[in-house]
């Protein structure tokens, strides 16, 4: 049984450089997605505050918790996501996932 050093060294270079690429974004995307909604909640209590709008903020918060709840049941549902995912990345081998891990939670630590 041979071992393809070039293969393992090549999985593990682009798995490393693919998971700090896409940490770096999604951390990115993430702050810039934060920093509107705040700014958007901020002109609504400024809104608010001025008498310009009326907002019912119980009732914000308890449709904004039934949304999330809606939204975290409706991912942890899909059928058959984990069968299709664990063969998948068990065909690329350990290097390339490994490697995209360690580099994925490097980026979006830089990020």
Do not use: C, H, R
């Amino acid at each position: 049984m041979s071992i393809d050093l070039a293969f393992i060294g090549t999985s593990i270079g682009f798995g490393g450089v693919a998971g700090f690429l896409i940490g770096y974004a999604i951390k990115k995307a993430i702050k810039i997605m934060m920093i509107i909604i705040g700014l958007f909640f901020a002109a609504l209590a400024y809104l608010n505050y001025q008498g310009i709008v009326t907002i019912n903020w119980e009732k914000l918060g308890a449709t904004a918790t039934g949304a999330a709840t809606g939204l975290g049941n409706a991912t942890g549902q899909i059928a058959g996501i984990s069968d299709q995912v664990t063969p998948t990345l068990i065909n690329f081998g350990i290097p390339l996932t490994g490697s995209f891990a360690v580099a994925f939670v490097l980026g979006f630590m830089k990020g």
